[in-house]
Every structure is written in structure tokens, then in C-alpha cells.
């Protein structure tokens, strides 16, 4: 069973810039969310992807977006980068999401975002 | 936005001592999760809790799941050098299915 995988590990760019991070789901999940972790801090909810269609947003501007392929892995685009950008981005998997119903979440090692 | 507030932020202990962190929240979650998260990895469950009051082990961790569901605690015994990390406390709510709230952590250091 192959476990959430994550791609670049590492990203320099400068502000202003765009960039985008690649995530594999575990085997068998059909549902990935995206989390911000500022240096120091615990991640923040981004956003949820289930069955290619957003499922649940957090307090991000809408210069973060996302997509879902049918093969359940996901892309996290940033427009506009600034230097708050700057942080670890973690992905996590999990089997279904619906409402009232927790499913245990599978994270990724993390891409590594510096902003210049 | 919302975070968990867990303290304490961090913890320098001797190897054998027991170890005990916790996590409040001015919001009901009805999931309460503790994970681990080792430099340079992502987070690693160690303990979910699903129902008020429930109190789980997992070897030397227990976890306890506030009765108000506003709050939950992390115990460690006999602390090991492999305990060294940073500790989440996570909350899920009713109608947010996996969605995770985090605490901001709690640095473990463990002294041989």
C-alpha cells in the first residue's frame, strides 16, 4: 500500500510568482485536503477535495485554489505569491468525507514553500 | 483562524518521567485527535477519540475526551528519547466531516 506522496519537496520562488503542488492520495481514498503550517504553528484547513469538486474551504483568499483528478490525486495552485505564503503544505488523504462523519486522515511528508 | 489553544507550548523533561498536555477550545468538536509530527515529516496519528468522556490508550500514550467536548488531554509515561517531537492536539466538528482544527503544538524534548 502505497502511503500519500507529495511533490516538490522543495519550492523557491519569489512574490508575485505562481506555483503549484502535486499530491498522491493513499490507495483506496477518494478524498484530499490541503493544510498550511506556518513555521511554529499547527496546520490550517485550506481546503477539501472529494470526487473532484471542492467540499469545504477555509480562511484562504480565493488566489488558492485547487483541482481533483480521477485518480483522487489533487493540485494546490498559489496566484500572486506573497511572503506570508511561505510554509509547509501538507496534503492528507482519507477514505470518504461527509458530513458528521470523521474518517481518519493520512498526511503527506509536506512541500517545503520559500516566497523571496 | 480558530485555532485549539494547547499548552504547553513546550516541555523539557528527563527520560523516564511522564508527560501531560492538553487542549481547549471555546468550540464543541465531535472528534478529538492527537498527532505527532517529527521534523522534516507530516503529522502521525497517535490517539482519536470519538465520544465524550471516552479515555483511549495506545501503549504508554492515553488520551482523554473532555466530557464538555471542548477539551482533551495527552498523557505519555516513562518517557523515551524517541518521544522527542512536536505534539497536535486536532478537533473535528459535526458538520464539517474531516476537516481538521489544530492546536498550535507542543515541543517534547526528553533528556537521556
Known amino acids: 500500500e502505497t502511503g500519500v506522496t507529495q511533490s516538490p519537496t522543495h519550492l523557491i520562488k519569489t512574490r508575485g510568482q505562481q506555483v503549484t503542488l502535486r499530491c498522491s492520495s493513499q490507495?483506496?481514498?477518494?478524498?484530499v485536503s490541503w493544510y498550511q503550517q506556518a513555521l511554529g504553528q499547527g496546520p490550517q484547513f485550506i481546503f477539501q477535495?472529494?470526487?473532484?469538486?471542492?467540499?469545504g474551504r477555509g480562511n484562504f483568499p480565493p488566489r488558492f485554489s485547487g483541482l481533483q483528478f480521477p485518480n483522487y490525486s489533487s493540485e494546490l495552485n498559489v496566484n500572486a505569491l506573497e511572503l506570508d505564503d511561505s510554509a509547509l503544505y501538507l496534503c492528507?488523504?482519507?477514505?470518504?468525507?461527509?458530513?458528521?462523519?470523521?474518517?481518519?486522515?493520512?498526511f503527506g511528508p509536506g512541500t517545503r514553500l520559500t516566497v523571496l | 483562524g480558530q485555532q485549539l489553544n494547547q499548552s504547553p507550548q513546550s516541555m523539557f523533561i528527563q527520560e523516564g518521567e511522564d508527560v501531560s498536555m492538553n487542549c481547549t477550545s471555546s468550540?464543541?468538536?465531535?472528534?478529538w485527535l492527537w498527532y505527532k509530527q517529527d521534523p522534516g515529516e507530516g503529522p502521525v496519528l497517535l490517539i482519536a477519540?470519538?465520544?465524550?468522556?471516552e479515555l483511549t490508550s495506545n501503549g504508554r500514550l492515553t488520551a482523554q475526551f473532555g466530557i464538555t467536548r471542548k477539551d482533551s488531554f495527552l498523557n505519555i509515561s516513562a518517557s523515551i528519547p524517541s518521544d522527542v517531537g512536536i505534539y497536535f492536539c486536532?478537533?473535528?466538528?459535526?458538520?464539517?466531516?474531516?476537516?481538521?482544527?489544530f492546536g498550535e503544538g507542543t515541543q517534547l524534548t526528553v533528556n537521556p
Open positions: 492528507a488523504s482519507s477514505a470518504v468525507s461527509l458530513a458528521g462523519e470523521y474518517n481518519e486522515q493520512f
Open positions: 490507495s483506496g481514498h477518494n478524498t
Open positions: 477535495y472529494y470526487r473532484e469538486e471542492e467540499n
Open positions: 486536532a478537533g473535528a466538528q459535526e458538520t464539517s466531516g474531516s476537516r481538521l482544527t
Open positions: 468550540s464543541i468538536f465531535n472528534t
Open positions: 477519540l470519538y465520544k465524550a468522556g
